[in-house]
Nanobody, 125 residues
């Protein structure tokens, strides 16, 4: 059974950095298309970043491009989301997800088979 567990969220001031982790169990990270999504209060869940390790393709939402980086550690079977230059509008619950779709579907939530429970990120102004 595949399980995803996020960690690393917290409260940070605007301009600060956080690194979120998504530990994968039950399978290996390299098999999956991995994505990060977020959901702010009163808003729909939205795509943040994704990666298809098999072909090295990554994708980022315009709102986080050049500030966030998705990466992985095969030895730890973990995916990371490094977030820098954080803004109050980045405040949300962040979720990681794993699926088997191609890179063209990285932004589509329905393409993911497994989801973590989420971790809260709060950015103060």
């Amino acid at each position: 059974q595949v399980q995803l567990v996020e960690s690393g969220g917290g409260l940070v001031q605007a301009g600060g950095s956080l690194r979120l982790s998504c530990a994968v169990s039950g399978s290996t990270v390299s098999r999956f298309t991995m994505g990060w999504f977020r959901q702010a209060p009163g808003k729909e869940r939205e795509f943040v970043a994704g990666s298809v390790w098999s072909n090295g393709r990554t994708d980022y939402a315009d709102s986080v491009k050049d500030r966030f980086t998705i990466s992985r550690d095969n030895a730890k079977n973990t995916v990371f989301l490094q977030m820098s230059s954080l803004k109050p509008e980045d405040t949300a619950v962040y979720y990681c997800a794993a699926g088997f779709q191609g890179h063209q579907q990285m932004r589509i939530m329905l393409g993911y088979s497994y989801w973590g429970q989420g971790t809260q990120v709060s950015v103060s102004s």
